[in-house]
């Protein structure tokens, strides 16, 4: 399997063989899952998994590429992951995945007992964030001790493929269709790391400073260069609570630094890093997707093109 980290050159190329490959072995995977007679599947006979969230189904999506299978998401498009919890109907249409594809680390805290109470009735799980290289969370707001929010560097999401694909073998795929889909995949998030770290090298390094809605950033800075001041609920959780005395610490910090945009998110109010925008002054409050992809048709609406977006708005809203 070609490293993240090779070349890109040719891969436009090499890409249409492996598609039309995966095609074909996709015709085998799908006659496999009917002559096995799963419940686990969509009315064509193709094979369905569930993802916990938009961001981990278009990632899933593109390891069982070219209809491989059909990938269904669990929280809808602008739901909150720490906070979502599953309806009757939710813990029905995972029970009928051939997999379940989560993040894990708690981020799916509210929707955490379903996955598992499925996963004991027979769904196979994989926690994709567990398996990777983590930066560190409060142990107050988050037992794992790890910050959730992974897919915020597209290498560590390119590390979370193969776990993946291994999961899919596992249940009955194909596993040179599934390696071709993987290969192709890895040159497109190595191609997008390449073009945000052209869209940050524009903004100088002592603007490369963030304060957040909640902790949610870390990866994006880890990755790429920048510091996170603090965050307006200091947690990786949504649901944790605002603090007065941190809050007034975080505007002094906010008017020392001079940082010109505090960033929150669609999924959570705003009213809080308003009210600190306002007490501080001259500050931008810019507003990100950061646990859900855009709607349909959207630059934002897969992986790809929903971090290249978040990277210009945060190149934008540290520029002024």
Known sequence: MRSILSSVVGVSTHRRAQRTASAVAALGVILAFTACGSGNEDQSGTPTIVASTSIWADVAQNVACDGLAEVETIIPLGGDPHSFEASLRDRETMENAVLIVANGLLLEESLNDTIEAVESAGTPVVRVGEGLDTLGASTEDNESGND????FDPIR?????????????????DRDALDSCVDAYEAELAELDREVSVVVAGLPEDQRLLVTNHDSLGYFADRYGFEVLGSVIPSASSLAQTNPAELEELANLISTTGVSAIFVETQHSSSDAEALADRVGNVEVVTLLTGTLDEPGTDGSTYVGWLLQNARLIVDGLSR
């Open 148 to 151: 959730p929010h992974v897919w």
């Open 157 to 173: 999401v390119a590390a979370a493929l193969p776990t993946i694909a291994d999961a899919l073998e596992d249940v009955g795929f």
